[in-house]
């Protein structure tokens, strides 16, 4: 199962409020990751419930949000294993949840089945090719900086680079920029909106090999800056975006699927106290 096309599917039907308690029988070599009282939570427990995590999560590497994962099945399981015990698997509420938690399974289930067939390496491409076609190129520089919190801390920084001192080696010395000071100062490319205003107007005024004469002051404190190259922003290639046109597309078809089924299945709508709902049609 594509994981962006489960992504677009679960945003438009929205997650499950809790952990799915029945899951399908493991794959072959799929091990055994945890026991609770006998029963076995296997890998592919885990990577489901990955899938449905948070956007916070899934931006983490899997290594870090495993024992988390692992943890929380390992809980539900216990406490689950005393409710079925208990027989409160038969209360007509938790029974009224369970079938609404299959409907929502189910529903993704089937709507990811309708749209990943239709999106096809044709299709990818044509998005690709669109969206190429109208892209504008940017002037684009790329910048080395050494960020200090004074201006005299600068000016002596300056001192020293008129003097022949290694601009990158200062940089990985001097820098607040605890980021960019380990690749000697490098910011890479980044086109003029992408900084703060008394950075962006002081790099680009510069020209390649060109050091900012004077300390540049912004929020953040003082730069001595260093243009390394000057270029054209480039449309990024297909495989660098992929991902993100399959989800673009999956999202869409997705949609499009939800809406046609509405469209022709009977629906009618009461309000909470269970009277008729008045349609666009009853208002005007």
């Keep these: 199962m594509s994981k962006k096309v489960l992504l677009a599917t679960v945003a438009l039907l929205g997650s499950l409020a809790m952990p799915v308690l029945a899951a399908a029988p493991a ?37 870090m949000v495993y024992p988390q994962i692992l943890q929380q099945l390992v809980i539900t399981k216990v406490v689950a294993q005393k409710g079925y015990a208990d027989g409160t698997q038969n209360d007509k509420d938790v029974k009224a949840r369970v079938k609404g938690l299959e409907a929502q399974v189910v529903a993704e289930a089937y709507v990811h089945k309708q749209v990943e067939p239709k999106i096809t390496d044709a299709k990818i491409k044509e998005r690709y090719d669109l969206r190429a076609a109208k892209y504008k190129p940017e002037d684009e520089v790329r910048a080395r900086h050494i960020l200090v919190k004074t ?14 001192a290694d601009f990158a080696k200062l940089a990985e010395e001097k820098s607040k920029d605890t980021g960019s000071a380990k690749r000697g ?34 929020d953040f404190g003082y730069h001595i800056i260093k243009i390394e190259d000057k270029r054209k922003s480039a449309f990024p290639p297909i495989a660098e975006i992929k991902e993100q046109i399959v989800s673009e597309l999956g999202q869409e078809i997705a949609n499009d699927e939800v809406k046609s089924l509405e469209s022709k299945a009977k629906i009618e709508k009461f309000g909470i106290d269970g009277s008729p709902l008045k349609t666009e049609a009853d208002k005007k």
Excluded: W
């Excluded at 799929?30 to 899934?58: K, T, Y």
């Excluded at 005299?152 to 001192?159: G, P, R, T």
């Excluded at 107007?201 to 060109?210: P, S």
């Design 27 to 63: 794959p072959a070599g799929d091990p055994v990751v945890a026991r609770v009282n006998g029963e076995e939570i296997h890998r592919s427990d885990v990577m489901r419930e990955m899938q449905m995590a948070g956007p916070r999560l899934q931006q983490l590497p899997p290594q």
């Design 151 to 164: 201006e005299a801390e600068a000016n002596e920084i300056l001192k020293q680079l008129k003097g022949g």
């Design 185 to 218: 100062g490098d910011l890479d490319y980044f086109v003029h909106d992408a900084m703060v205003p008394p950075f962006a107007d002081a790099a680009f005024a510069l020209k390649v090999g060109e050091i900012s004469s004077a300390p540049v002051k912004t």
